[in-house]
């Protein structure tokens, strides 16, 4: 099988978890490789544009990339946005009823920045709300909230706070699985000549809209039992794996 593009997460998949990580040596050459095959390479990640962009542009990507789990599309060659998905308004003042019944902040990214909502007058472009801080052992039950809330779609992630989980509620229509058949239709290919790689829960929308689902080894076990391959762990350049042996 001739694959014509290949997806990335960003963080435990391309880079180590850390918001100045930047990919290996190894990875970087194996990507490059890659690019020179004709396979466009891109990015899917929960990351905003502004933390993923170092990436883009260590990498010299030109395939387009899934931004903030699905809300936006960025064109790297012509260094833009090509399509938003922000959230419906009136599902806004339920996600804020939840943060209010369990106590927690909720952030508010409006596809530039993000900053903590308090209720009031709602901004024109809302891409996703977030909360940065749930302990893993109430993830469960707040995510069951969430997802009672029609229109929207609910993804956990490792949190930049060491220990904690994050949970993003997008538009229904903003996951990665949605952003990938975007690009795909950009591209003039179809799914079956996509690979996916992921290690996280939020990547199981990535894995199900390719035709080759990969994990990491650092991948959580869920993530792993859908998966064709389990590539070594991102310390292990694990992505490098995968290109030398799917496509190069």
Known sequence: MKYKALFLDVDGTTVVHGIDALPTLKVTQAIARCRDTGVAVCLATSRTLGITLPIIEHLSLSGFCV???????????????????PLRKETIPAIYRVAREIHKNVGIYDGKKGKIYRGGKIPENVCHLYFPKIDPCDGPSVIKQLQKIPGTAVHRMDSWYKGFD??????????????IIEVGKLLGIQTHEMIGVGDGYNDFPLLMACGLKIAMGNAVPELKAIAD????????????????????
Do not use: C, M, R
């Open 67 to 85: 931004i903030g789990g699905g809300i936006q599309i960025y064109d790297p060659q012509k260094k833009k946005i090509v399509q938003d998905t």
């Open 229 to 248: 391959f389990v590539a070594p762990s991102v310390e292990e350049d694990g992505v490098a794996t995968v290109i030398e042996k799917f496509i190069l």
């Open 166 to 179: 994050w949970i993003d509620v997008t538009d229904a229509n903003a996951t990665k699985l949605h952003g």
